[in-house]
């Protein structure tokens, strides 16, 4: 074995052009590696071969070095091999994984756009009764998300994770399908806006609910994971690929929202014309397809391997540290542990030591008690942890508040189903007429999302090169999560105005009819633009900034953060409701939100709203100019500050 240094001058023996003659593939194959290193061969080298030689020789080693280039963060192939660049990832594997996507939002959206209709028009059930079981089906969507990011983190892997959760996602779309067309909806054709359907026993509506919750377990466990997975098809220490996985993020974005065009279109009419079994069916048809694309790739794709419970390793971190509580750390980080082969991340890549929280450093503080007990061959990982496990700890608490002032965002990003709803059904909806249903004005919305992502990417993000300075990457995530909070603002100032106007023209004495107001439904078009221009930028860069910061361990976290966070806007959108209800319907006041609005005052609820994002803008700022981003070896170590600078 011969040890080197980089850029070395090697100069080879006298027989190795014999070497060259004999075993010209051997040879061919440890230059190739050699080139990798950054070696220097000797002049004396290239003059023991002819030119013609030597030009053969360096295009076949140029080709097979290419060919038998491996990733170089760390991901493995299907076998668990180091991954070949031009036989794993890139957008090969990216694409499938983009078309599953809007696949499975397709399957997913097709049953829960009209679900709300279903309970009351084929169940039966009252709307307050069906409104709060699809309440506690969505929010068991998001909760099962965590469920999905542990078990693909800590075990499973999130190619296994992602299959065995689609997988289970369509045995739940199956048996929703034949419950409906076998037992539910009785007689045939009921649950359309006039023929009522039968009632059910008992086990008919128990096998309903399994399978619409097998659904929610699917969905759940499998979104977190597939937008990382995706991810991690591109080498992100390769700049070429690491551009592509910025761009991959928006994509997925624009593919989950086409997805959910489709089902808020075609199926939604299918369904609310009464044909659910249909719809359910076709359903059903997408996740099949798009499971069985997802396990056509499997050669393709690229893994990172699991590195076992993290809950273990943050109890170790804060446990040891507690116990050190009373030691005053010195100066420096030498006396910092450090494992020589650190298994805290399963790719390899150690995180950098930075310098807040510096009391989970006593975790890794080196005491005379930590290595004196005989009877133990390693240290006790509850009394002494490596200062990566400890970084790893760190990066999580450092996550924490950018992702606390996103759950507003999410609570203006929530009316666009509820009260944008409301108010558009009180507004002018027909033209020539034709009806135009209130819910499909979301479509607007898709279409803003589209149209800003091709913009972000070709015409924005080029004119922002053009000002800063020459190494910038265009607007970091921060800043674009930042933008995506004003554009909020303006989408509910927008919904106010409009509202304003509406009740200038509406009928006040018309508490349930239609159009009780004659300004036309189109005027809401520009409140969904700007709810969707602001999710290119608050929801693809939170879901960019989220696997970028989160540890390689714990990257489905990351995107598991992003939909906890809609799931909580729900919560804190209910509750706002609730307390603006019982304060502005004192005094036999009809409030801000009344059955008929045309006797409330909406509007000022949107400016509430309006007022609140402004606020958490702000705390936003100063948050994310505190933010001190991940470093990792190799990667960050000759930069340490450059990735601040541009944070914000």
Known sequence: TVKYRKRMSIKPPPCSSLVLSIFPTEASSVLSNLSHTNITLSPNFLSLTSSTEMESFNVSTKVKGDEEASTMDGTVDFHGRPALKAKTGRWTAGTIILVNQG??????????VNLVLYLTRVLQQGNAEAANNVSKWTGTVYIFSLVGAFLSDSYWGRYKTCAIFQAIFVLGLGGLSVASSMFLITPKGCGDRTTVCSSHSSWEIVLFYISIYMIALGYGGYQPNIATFGADQFDEEDAKESYSKVAFFSYFYLALNLGSLFSNTFLSYFEDEGMWTLGFWASTGSAFLGLALFLGGTVRYRHFKPSGNPLNRFCQVFVAASKKWRVKLPQGKECLFEEEKDTSLSTGRKILHTHEFKFLDKAAFITSRDFNDPKQNAHNPWTLCPISQVEEVKCILRLLP??????????????????????????????????????????????????????????????????????????????????GLIIAILSMVSAGIVECYRLKYANQDCPHCDASSSLSIFWQVPQYAFVGAS???????????????????????????????ISLGNYVSSFIVTIVMKISTEDDMPGWIPGNLNRGHLDRFFFLLAGLTAVDLLVYIVFAKWYKSIKLEGKNEDDDDSADSEIV
């Open 103 to 112: 696949l499975v939002t397709l399957a997913f959206f097709g049953v829960g």
């Open 402 to 483: 950018i992702w606390l002032c996103t759950i507003i965002y999410s609570v203006v990003f929530t009316q666009m189903a509820s009260l944008f709803v409301e108010q558009g059904a009180a507004m002018r909806s027909t033209i020539s007429g034709f009806q135009i249903p209130a819910s499909s004005m979301s479509s607007f919305d898709i279409l803003s999302v589209a149209l800003f992502i091709f913009l972000n990417r070709r015409v924005i993000s080029p004119l922002v090169l053009m000002f800063k300075k020459k190494d910038s990457k265009g607007l970091t995530e921060l800043q674009r999560m930042g933008i």
């Open 535 to 565: 999710e290119v930028f608050m929801y693809v860069g939170q879901l960019e900034f989220f696997n970028a910061q989160a540890p390689d361990a714990l990257k489905s976290f990351g995107s598991a953060l992003c939909m906890t966070s």
